[in-house]
T-cell receptor
Framework: DSGVTQTPKHLITATGQRVTLRCSPRSGDLSVYWYQQSLDQGLQFLIQYYNGEERAKGNILERFSAQQFPDLHSELNLSSLELGDSALYFC?????????????FGPGTRLLVL | ELKVEQNPLFLSMQEGKNYTIYCNYSTTSDRLYWYRQDPGKSLESLFVLLSNGAVKQEGRLMASLDTKARLSTLHITAAVHDLSATYFCAALRPSNYQLIWGAGTKLIIKP
């Protein structure tokens, strides 16, 4: 158990809908990362937050957005969902924002868009 | 642009054998990470390699880094079934400290 929690574990929804994925980092970690893992794209970095502020952006679609709250938990919002958004979404956390430390991954949220 | 390539992408081997997974990266990187992922599960950190010549070992797994060759290896010694998993390497992009991931090596170890 990495200490990173994610909810829900599974999510089934329809195209065009909007969902919110939630992540709580390890105690003491200020940085949160979101990743998407799919069979065709592999593991893709989406976005990073550090202590409430956006730190880095990766291959995140405009339909997706995220935020980190004062209690350091983070939410990833996915809207206008498409079939291709079906994937495993991971949250990871680390103490510092530099990315030089080990990132600890949560159990993931499996999203299925029908 | 930093790119990371792993090979092989799939490896089936017998218990007791030795094998190596290779991770090549295309441009300078400050550090190299290895992770393990069991089917349907999360990613578990195995090693962080910080400098040229770094070698780390944990049980039957040993990772090394050659920054001049831009190559990291994950060596499996006397494989056991429990090591069956997908192994990922990731290189740190110096410009923005993002992790760039390899495609993963799916390792199946047969009893």
């Amino acid at each position: 158990d990495s200490g990173v929690t994610q909810t829900p574990k599974h999510l089934i929804t329809a195209t065009g809908q909007r969902v919110t994925l939630r992540c709580s980092p390890r105690s003491g970690d200020l940085s949160v990362y979101w990743y998407q893992q799919s069979l065709d794209q592999g593991l893709q970095f989406l976005i990073q937050y550090y202590n409430g502020e956006e730190r880095a952006k990766g291959n995140i679609l405009e339909r997706f957005s995220a935020q980190q709250f004062p209690d350091l938990h983070s939410e990833l919002n996915l809207s206008s969902l498409e079939l291709g958004d079906s994937a495993l979404y991971f949250c990871a956390s680390s103490v510092n924002p530099s990315g030089q430390e080990t990132q600890y991954f949560g159990p993931g949220t499996r999203l299925l868009v029908l | 642009e930093l790119k990371v390539e792993q090979n092989p992408l799939f490896l089936s081997m017998q218990e007791g054998k030795n094998y190596t997974i290779y991770c090549n990266y295309s441009t300078t990187s400050d550090r190299l990470y290895w992770y393990r992922q069991d089917p349907g599960k999360s990613l578990e950190s195995l090693f962080v390699l910080l400098s040229n010549g770094a070698v780390k070992q944990e049980g039957r797994l040993m990772a090394s880094l050659d920054t001049k060759a831009r190559l990291s290896t994950l060596h499996i010694t006397a494989a056991v079934h429990d090591l069956s998993a997908t192994y990922f390497c990731a290189a740190l992009r110096p410009s923005n400290y993002q992790l760039i991931w390899g495609a993963g090596t799916k390792l199946i170890i047969k009893p």
